[in-house]
């Protein structure tokens, strides 16, 4: 017969209860995100319910519950003379908590939650999918997690991808600001690739998906951004890449190839002889133990749900999965052909790679 330690019981209850807990308070985030609340208590001040709620033209009762938990979870900040009387309830917003949900300039975490509810909303037609073996592509699944995965990645790109990523290979940088050819493999919506239009005038870019919808906003974004005329996107697979480039940038998508060693070996003969494959992924170590961490956790999930599945629906061979690590990953590429891969630089969220033939 099983024993139960209840004090290792009462642990996990208390883990899986806040896993709940946390689950419930996504919707919520998510309402203050679309109705603009958290902006409007930033700029409030402390200010009761009712206040609040006349300025986000929403019924109290509902913005009173919403506060109640978004202090419950302490992402907004209370104080109270009893306690009792809601009329002396104040809330208001710490500049830390500014930070994360009202200023996207800061280390804006509202995208995160956009991301995670777009899963959610995803898990049933990846149910489906898996249980009938049928493929579950990333136009699979709901639309609006491409808007939010554009979202969730700007601050970091915008941030880090020309002054630290780019910055950090050899000579690069340089090069780029002479005039450089430049494939995006896996653009999505393109924003790396206007971002490095932006910064290097003098060079020309290519962005290639096999998604067309995102394509179609690339597109809309360069031109937005006035850098059509040095920018161009196709609907191309990764595998399928033709031309010669003197910089190959892959960000958060290597893992989402079907056959990444066959993707390396394409990205090696686009290559020219002095160029370079800036090669970003998520920040992961060798072994599954060191990526027990919350960071690990978020990312198995979204491997799970999208990176796996899509990777499977191109290919049968084994993915690498969002958490591969620096080993698998420079394995990987210099079985597809590259002679020299070196990490380049890495943050808490990411490894950065350099590859040359």
């Not at 995100?33 to 206040?51: I, K």
Request: net charge negative; hydrophobic share 45%; charged share 25%.
């Amino acid at each position: 017969m099983t024993t139960i330690d209840q004090h290792l019981l009462d642990e996990l209850t208390d883990r899986v209860f806040g896993d709940f807990a946390a689950a419930m308070t996504l919707p919520l985030v998510r309402l203050g995100d679309r109705l603009g609340l958290y902006r409007e208590l930033r700029d409030a001040g402390p200010c009761t319910s009712s206040q609040l709620a006349k300025r986000g033209k929403v019924a109290e009762p509902i913005v009173h519950e919403w506060l109640s938990n978004q202090a419950a979870a302490g992402y907004v900040s209370l104080s109270s003379d009893d306690g009792d009387d809601e009329q002396e309830e104040r809330f208001w917003m710490t500049p830390e908590q500014t930070a994360l949900f009202a200023d996207p300039a800061g280390a804006d975490m509202l995208p995160a939650f956009q991301l995670a509810a777009a899963y959610t909303r995803s898990e049933p037609a990846v149910a489906d999918a898996i249980r009938n073996h049928r493929p579950c592509t990333w136009g699979d699944h709901d639309r609006e997690l491409f808007d939010a995965v554009e979202r969730f990645y700007r601050p970091a790109y915008e941030a880090s991808l020309v002054s630290e990523w780019i910055a950090a290979l050899e000579g690069v940088e340089k090069r780029l600001e002479q005039g450089a050819k430049v494939a995006d493999v896996g653009c999505g919506h393109g924003l790396s690739t206007v971002l490095m239009a932006k910064a290097f005038p003098a060079s020309t870019f290519f962005g290639i998906d096999d998604h067309a919808p995102s394509i179609d906003r690339a597109r809309e974004l360069a031109a937005d951004e006035g850098v059509s005329g040095r920018v161009r996107f196709d609907v191309v697979p990764a595998a399928e890449l033709t031309g010669t480039y003197d910089l190959l940038v892959v960000l958060d998508a290597f893992h989402d190839m079907g056959e990444p060693e066959q993707v390396a070996a394409r990205l090696v003969d686009a290559l020219a002889p002095t160029g370079s494959a800036l090669i970003v992924e998520p920040f992961a170590g060798d072994r599954l133990t060191d990526n027990l961490t919350l960071l690990g956790r978020a990312y198995y999930a979204a491997s799970t749900l999208a990176c796996t599945p899509s990777a499977l629906s191109q290919s049968n061979a084994r993915p690498l999965g969002a958490q591969a690590g620096p080993a698998r990953l420079i394995a990987t590429l210099q079985a597809g052909g590259f002679g020299d891969v070196r990490i380049a630089t890495t943050t808490p969220f990411n490894l950065v790679l350099e590859a040359r033939p």
